[in-house]
């Protein structure tokens, strides 16, 4: 019965202490690109062209640069787009934000590959978290 009840201790041990390290705001700032279509995530590196590349059958523009898949980045900002505008994070559910056409988009800055240090928006649906300890 010892070892069971050392068991169970050391299981909720190890959740105990991954989810203290995961914890950090600093480390959950960091991203990895990840379409789930793939191609990788077209960055939008002013208001208009995010706006061109979340709207339906248009042409992405030319100032936007397609990022591969397995990208590192890291959140700057994060806010949503509603009525063609970024808006502050606001309290609603998700049929609120459905009705409004909300879309959360992150401000990201690109940590490695050829596009190195390039800034711009994402749709945060092709962004996740970078935990290289899971």
Same mark, same amino acid.
């Given at each position: 019965?010892?070892?069971?009840?050392?068991?169970?201790?050391?299981?909720?041990?190890?959740?105990?202490?991954?989810?203290?390290?995961?914890? /950090?705001?600093?480390?959950?700032? !960091?991203?990895?690109?990840?379409?789930?279509?793939?191609?990788?995530?077209?960055?939008?590196?002013?208001?208009?062209?995010?706006?061109?590349?979340?709207?339906?059958?248009?042409?992405?523009?030319?100032?936007?640069?397609?990022?591969?898949?397995? *990208?590192?980045?890291?959140?700057?900002?994060?806010? !949503?787009?509603?009525?063609?505008?970024?808006?502050?994070?606001? *309290?609603?559910?998700? !049929?609120?934000?459905?009705?409004?056409?909300?879309?959360?988009?992150?401000?990201?800055?690109?940590?490695?590959?050829?596009?190195?240090?390039?800034?711009?928006?994402?749709?945060? /649906?092709?962004?996740?978290?970078?935990?290289?300890?899971?």
């Amino acid at each position: 019965m010892s070892k069971l009840v050392g068991a169970e201790l050391a299981t909720v041990t190890v959740v105990v202490l991954l989810l203290t390290s995961c914890s /950090s705001k600093e480390q959950l700032r !960091y991203r990895v690109v990840k379409n789930p279509m793939g191609g990788g995530v077209v960055l939008a590196h002013d208001l208009p062209a995010l706006q061109a590349l979340l709207t339906p059958r248009s042409v992405p523009p030319s100032s936007a640069a397609l990022i591969p898949n397995g *990208a590192k980045a890291i959140t700057l900002d994060r806010k !949503y787009l509603r009525g063609g505008r970024l808006v502050e994070p606001y *309290a609603a559910n998700t !049929y609120d934000m459905i009705r409004d056409r909300a879309v959360q988009v992150e401000l990201i800055e690109i940590r490695d590959g050829p596009f190195q240090y390039s800034v711009g928006w994402a749709q945060s /649906s092709c962004l996740q978290p970078d935990f290289p300890y899971l």
